[in-house]
């Protein structure tokens, strides 16, 4: 118990902290120092659970079990890694010009608002509190989104504000659609809306209303995951806000918006006995692949191609949950641990080619490995990481989900296989340019934060070779508990 | 057919008025009287919500019914007024589509919310349950205003709208929500009006106009 508080406060009051203090010269510290307490209190929290299993506590409100364990252990991790990175970017981009201390503050204070938010969604027990984090989580990433105030990232943030907006009011609808079929098994009161409590009696759940539900939750969530067709604001706010703010979005707050959808996904499967739920995932997996694969090749911004990869991910792991069984689910589990590694690795990368080379657009972004080796390594094993070579995790999680979907949905397969190889194309085809050949990069005033991209990818290695027994554990009960 | 007791007669006829004050605010083409239909439309939202309360005796729904008044009928609509005085922007409802086939839209997405709400509100026990068809069309009617409006300031009023609905779904369908969510979603809205406000003065700072059309540079490919 006092761990959980302990995720949750440090960030809190290192948000209210940040906020206070203003732009000091040693605000990145501090904020370096807060993420690693938060990044302690979760690695203690996973030892409890390692240790004495599952937990309900605080008048359950509050729940930690194998599929959000390892959630909220990745959260505080590329909270912290992304932190580090922060330090030496923001610091160049305010030499830059690009930032004002006054932004500088609002930055780092909302930057632990936000980590706050998305571990408050994951450990809620109650699925309404869920959706006040995600909403919250919502808000304070408008702020990290526009905070250069350009024209362009005034747009992005826009259309961010007013899309998600609108999708989490229709998640609104569906939980209080859950809400009302769970009402009347679980009486009112603050019961009704707990996930333990409503997992325990999904059988009794009206089946007619739940599917109802199933959709809103589904387009509410589906929109802050980035499911196609309610992508559109992904690409742009990934693009127009700050690299850290990209590095979090990708790798964590998709993360979370998914796991909302599978948490709701267990509820409705286990009181509608048909396959309507994993067919509606599959569907919006499948079509977030195959259009985000063919959206890959077109993109001239190199922000927005890996926001497109993003969204590939997303539909991969979407798909795989939808599949559900042992393997299928394992797989996607992994694939998410392995893309919010990875992709976060990627950013990290970018955000310094960015500012190496004065420009995001791959046309005037030229060899980098010239200048730094190890930046242009970073992104290249990167990049191919992400498109799931050998032996990274990627590779083992997208081959276990395309040998499950042979056997269960053939007919998916080619779709799959094929996206998978347009969107290798697409990408190696723009990046060879940019990390070899003749170099446009120059020095940094600072030295770049690659010790984040290479422990990433460290562990994305140690994912494709070897997963730790008691993570492995984890996502079987996970993979057992989704179903 | 059994009475209906005298105080779900009300709701209904606030339910009415509810989805009335929609169209009311789909038709209207001036920023300001838009804001005072919003905290009409909040009005009735509170009213009828501290009446369930009465009739069905649920004290936690007092509370509700309190925090709507103090937030969408006051608060809000007093902040939305501010911005819309040091903004400057009075006569400022532009739509995509004009207004009477806008209403048309309007008239057909009650009836398809309607048809939808039907299968749900035959398994509700409470004595609103004949409005959730209502809450539901409010839903879709904020929607549609906020599709359609091209100015920054009447797509926020669209989306506070489309909370109302909910909030009204969340009375008439059950009750209400725990108290602990109602505060969060509450909490919520402010912040996001807050934030949007902020929001208002960098988007005119920037393009010197609230219209969106300065906002649409982001596209594919090019």
Sequence with gaps: MIEILAVLGFPLLGALLLAWLGARPNAPGINVAVSLLTLLAAAALTARVIAEGPLLVLDRQFFVDPFNVFLVALTALVGFTTSIFSRPYMRIEEERGRLTPAKLRLYHSMYQLFNFTMLLALLANNMGILWVAMEAATLTTVLLVSLYRTPASL??????????????????????????AAERVLGAGGGALLWTELNAVKGQLEPTVLSLAFVFLLVGYGTKTGLVPLHNWLPDAHAEGPTPVSAVLSGLLLNVALYAVVRCKVLVEGSVHTSFARELMMGFGLLSVVVAAFMLSRQKDLKRLFAY???????????????????????????????????????????HATQKTGTQLIDGMRGLITISPMMGWGLMLGSLAILGMPPFGIFASEFLILITAMREQPWATPFLLAALAIAFAAV???????????????????????VPVYTHLALVLMLGLWIPPYLAQWYRQAARLIG | MTAIPFYAQIINLLAALLLLLSFAMLAQRRVLSLVNLFAMQGLSLALSTAIVAYGTAQPHLYWSAGLTFVLKVFLLP???????????????VEGLINIPTTMLIGIVLVVFSFNLAVPISELASTVTRSTLGIAMACVMLSFLMMITRRKAIPQVIGFLSMENGLFFAATSATYGMPLVVELGIALDVLVGMLILGVFFFQIREQFDSLDLKHLEKLKEGE
């Design chain 2, 78 to 92: 007093w902040l939305l007024h501010r911005l819309i005085r040091q903004l400057d922007v009075r006569w400022d």
């Design chain 1, 155 to 180: 747009e992005a943030a826009w259309k961010y504000f007013i899309l998600c907006g609108v999708g989490i009011a229709q998640a609104l609808f569906g939980t209080i659609l859950l809400y009302f």
């Design chain 1, 428 to 450: 190696v085809s723009k990046l060879q340019p940019i990390v070899f050949g003749e170099t446009n990069a120059t020095r940094l005033p600072h030295r770049p934060a690659m």
């Design chain 1, 309 to 351: 990869s993003s969204i590939e991910h997303m539909g991969i792991i979407t798909f795989a949950f939808g599949m559900g069984g042992p393997i299928a689910n394992f797989a996607g589990l992994l694939h998410m641990t392995a893309h919010s590694l990875t992709k976060s690795a990627i950013f990290f990368a970018v955000g």
